[in-house]
């Protein structure tokens, strides 16, 4: 029988989504698992700001210095953390970005094609 | 590693204040070093590779400049325009009050540290990392902080992820920004303030706060941003326009004024200015100032030796000024100098 | 008309003339006239049974005023006189043979012989009505009636209403050559006092507190007793231009140091002020601070707060009494060092002692407080900060952590607005289900 990795008492490094109704903000905190998501953490490691700002930056602000010394302890990430610290350069890229990268790629080339039919449509029509 | 540990003398102990209480505030520097830098820029302009860092930096420099700003401490130490308590009373020995007096010319050496003269930043990244199986991962590029405590905000890394999937170091723009949404400095604007725009400064250079505007703009800028460096050499244009030389002396900012028309070689109004008031050893500074920044002239003829200052002084008029109306001015300080030189003997010995 | 007249009652005559809206004259001539015209006509509606001649119209208006308005003089000694009603002369800016009928009589307020030919007789004339006439009458009689009020400005009034104190009354007389320039008065006190003499029974007088200054270190207070208002403060004004003191200011703005100071049962603490405070004392002491020329300055005054004259007295004592920054390093042999914030706080050498400054101190001398060195022993006493009601409230709490969460929404949105970073969400708004 595989054992099933006990999750209760791990430590957590994820995210805790305060801000409000259709304003998300992340804090990336330190909590145990099976902990409510924004109950009051262990450490405060940093924020995500999912929502584009003037410059169309989303801003991301990450204590490495304490990050460490939770990885030291034996702290897990979950996964948006992990694709996170992939995107920084901390860790190396996670697979779930490539996914999404994959994604949007093939959703923009078949936008495109589309794009490209009608225009050879309306051109047929006119000649 | 002298550059260094100079540049650790200059952050030591300074408080993070109003700037309408300090007047000015302090730029921290420990980062500063020429290696990290990024690529060539001027100190105006993009073709001049010099960096006046170093030879601002260097011990015979600095004496230079500290001597040629003066310690006027009432100046130093004038009062600042903010509701004060009254004032507090004490009954002093002599020893005491010998005390205290040192005491407030620390105080008083702590307001006169030069913002440093830098080269001008361009807009300039590293690229860490080229990644194009990330491209289009997101629609906005995702700029990471590092909020660690202790660091020093320009050695802070601020890395950012361009949607195309390269990871990038932040140019100097961003880095502003990004300091100032996790540790804002107090006093400082996010946006840069409508004074420092081009038609707004010159109104205000026009009724002559200059000291208010190199005051602010050492707490709203770094030493190295194109605003502050455009800001900063345009008041000094004004103050030599205006001849008023004399409202930056005993300030932070003079040092840096010396520097900047040593550097672009039109010393000539400084140094008739020095004349006048008499500040000779000022002058002979100045013009030594002069020939260590451009090695290419020869200064044998003018810093001859066993000659006193205003034969130095003179040399220079007359063999190394070539604009005549800055000659003439020169010529027509020094005439009047020596005319009132036998005057001033009789004074001394009445 | 005239006619309606014969209907009222005799009461409601009699109010009439009280009122002032009739004169009893007038009635009179009115019904003689009427009756006189109405000689000729056989009118019966005329005749009425009416009694033309009543004790309205018997008596003059002085007796009629009397016995509406008279105190006998029992009365009067039991002080009934004083708020009776004013006898009102009804008769005032009338001539005789005007009335409310404007009519010529010939020999009465017309020449009897016509000016043209010096022959003809005048006859009787009714003049074009004026209605207008009476109300001016009326008018002119309640302006003459009116106590006259004095109308100051609001920056000249005094502490309170249109009383006195705190007015100022203008510079005291000159003295042989010297005219008081610059010097101002201002009233502290005024009040009417009694006593009680054996000969005239209750003497009462008028009694005026005073302080003059120029503004400019020299002040002086003087009292001034006379049975007239006016005098009194005269008085008082050339009293107080007697006895002037220098009072010696730090910057000609505030006292050189805090100090205490009491005057029987009034006790003042004075604390000096930095420039731009203010006065900020009991009314008195900011008059009084006025005239000096003092411009900063804090004064708690303990004890009794009424007495205008012990606090002037208790004040005026505490400022002589000064000891200005010289006069301490002279006793002390120390200089004397000021510490400004707006300066740094570097040491600035206000007085040095005239002889010889000491080296050292001596063994277990310490530092004197300054803040503290006037006041005698005592301390002020300094009321603690007291916290609102609600302040323990759970509701309060609950409002102070939401108000948390938006602590700096409101600059945040300014600063957006300033530098055009704020969007136009009037343009942009998202439409509701409402709308």
Redesign the interface.
Known sequence: MPSVPDKSTRFMIRLARWGCTNRPFYHIVVLPNRKPRNMRPYDQL?TIDPM?NL????????????LKSWLNRGAHLSRPVEH?LG???FYP?HPT??L??MR??RK?EKQKAESVKEENKSVGSQS | MRLTRICRLLTQGFTRNQYLRTSGRFISCTSIRSDEILTSGGFTKASEERDPLPLFLSEEVQTWLQKMTGFD?EKI????P??????????????E?EK??Q??IQ??KR?LQMPPVMKIRDGSFEV??K?P?????????????????GLKDRKR?I???EPD?T?RTATGKERD??NH??FPEDGR???MPQMFEEEYLETILEKGKYRYILDRACVQFDPDDPEFIRVTHRTYEVVCERHQFDVLRSTRHFGPMAFYFAWYKKIEPLLTDMVQRDLLTDGVNLIKLYFKMHQELSSTEVLEENIDELHIIKNFCEKMVKNPNYKGQLQLAIQAYEAALPLQAKHSQS | MAAGWFNLSRMAVHHLIIQGKVASTDFILCKAAIWRSCQGINNKCFLQSVRHVTFINKQTSVDIWKSATGVSNVGRKRGRARSSRRFVDLNKNRKLGEGREGMQWPGLNSPVFSRKDGREVNKLKVLPPNPEKQEELIKLREQSMKRKGRKISPLHRGWTGNKLPGTSIGCPDPVEDYTFEGFDTSVLEFKRVSSMTGTMGRRSRFSAFVVTGNGNGLAGYGIGKAPNGRSALRMAMNRAAQHLIYVDRYENKTVF?NFFVAFHKTRLFVE???Q??GLVCHRALKTIAQKIGIQDLYCKVEGSTRNIQSLTKAFFEGLRRQET?QE??DR?S??????????????R??ASPMSN?????EDGEE??D??TLYYSGRLPFRKPKQEPFYSKYQSFERKMRQEYKRRNQPDALR?RIV?G?QPDYEVNRPKTKKQ
């Open positions: 940093g584009t410059y169309g930056e989303v801003l991301v602000s990450i204590n490495f210095d304490r996170m995107l920084a350069g890229v970005s490539y999404f990268a949007n790629q923009a | 401490i130490c004038a009062p600042k903010f509701e004060a308590d009254k004032p507090t009373y004490r009954q002093l020995t002599q020893d009050l205290e007096k005491r407030a105080i008083a307001r860490l990392q990644d199986g990330l491209n289009m991962f997101s629609n906005a590029k995702h700029v990471f902080t590092d909020i660690s405590f890394l890395v950012v992820r999937g990871l920004r990004l949404v996790y604007a996010p946006v | 140091h000096k002020k930095e731009g405070y920054h301490l390093a002390l120390l200089h004397v060092v000021e510490y400004r914030p707006e300066m740094d706080n570097i040491p050498v206000v400054v000491r080296e050292k101190r530092e004197v300054f803040e600063l530098h970073l």
